[in-house]
């Protein structure tokens, strides 16, 4: 079946400038997740959606980073005002029902920020 | 804090050669996942392992926990070029509820 999807795969914007990153996850997944992930790192963890609401926004790095997921499926990521040091590949992960169900990843959205 | 390390960060091997990765994590969980990501692209799951003195194996590839440790290990047997890619150690513990904590990598580069 279909995995994770993630729209645009690339976004180029000027700082200052406001982005939308779409990801819509596996039919059926409940649990949606979105990490960011800087060159030679490892993920790391912005956000995890259970159904419609964020259960856990705590990685979020500061009130200039907000997502929505307002029908418990395709999820939006935004970013106002963004600054250089946002620049890295946005990753969405979804899965069956949270917990211990394994995280099945997007591509990616790389975001550069000029 | 959640600290997971891995080691060597950087691993060149001869095909047909074994070698070990491991992964410490600094509090205790009994959740430990394993992923692969090829250059550009995104992270594929190999590995959950939820419990201590899990084995899992799949092909040339076998992990393992032990939560007591807090240490999980990747063990590459007669590796083969197609195994080249970074893979990463990711733990979750109940008190975060389904958030994963990602090691740095380790960026396997296997030659012929």
């Known amino acids: 079946g279909a995995g994770v999807s993630q729209t645009p795969s690339n976004k180029v914007t000027e700082k200052g400038k406001y982005v939308e990153l779409r990801c819509d996850p596996i039919s059926g997944h409940t649990a949606l997740y979105w990490y960011r992930q800087s060159l030679g790192q490892g993920p790391e963890f912005l956000i995890y959606?259970?159904?419609?609401?964020?259960?856990?926004d705590s990685g979020l790095p500061n009130d200039r980073f907000f997502a929505v997921r307002p029908e418990g499926s395709v999820s939006t990521l935004k970013i106002q005002r963004t600054e250089r040091g946002d620049s890295a590949v946005y990753l969405c992960?979804?899965?069956?029902?949270?917990?211990?169900?394994?995280?099945?990843f997007g591509p990616g959205t790389r975001l550069t920020v000029l | 804090e959640l600290k997971v390390e891995q080691n060597p960060l950087f691993l060149s091997m001869q095909e047909g050669k074994n070698y070990t990765i491991y992964c410490n994590y600094s509090t205790t969980s009994d959740r430990l996942y394993w992923y692969r990501q090829d250059p550009g692209k995104s992270l594929e799951s190999l590995f959950v392992?939820?419990?201590?003195?899990a084995v899992k194996q799949e092909g040339r590839l076998m992990a393992s926990l032990d939560t007591k440790a807090r240490l999980s290990t990747l063990h590459i047997t007669a590796a083969v070029h197609d195994l080249s890619a970074t893979y990463f150690c990711?733990?979750?513990?109940?008190?975060?509820?389904?958030?994963?904590?990602f090691g740095e990598g380790t960026q396997l580069t296997v030659n012929p």
């Open positions: 959606f259970q159904g419609t609401g964020a259960a856990d």
């Open positions: 392992l939820l419990s201590n003195g």
């Open positions: 990711a733990v979750d513990i109940k008190t975060s509820g389904s958030r994963l904590t």
């Open positions: 992960a979804s899965s069956l029902g949270g917990g211990v169900d394994t995280q099945y």
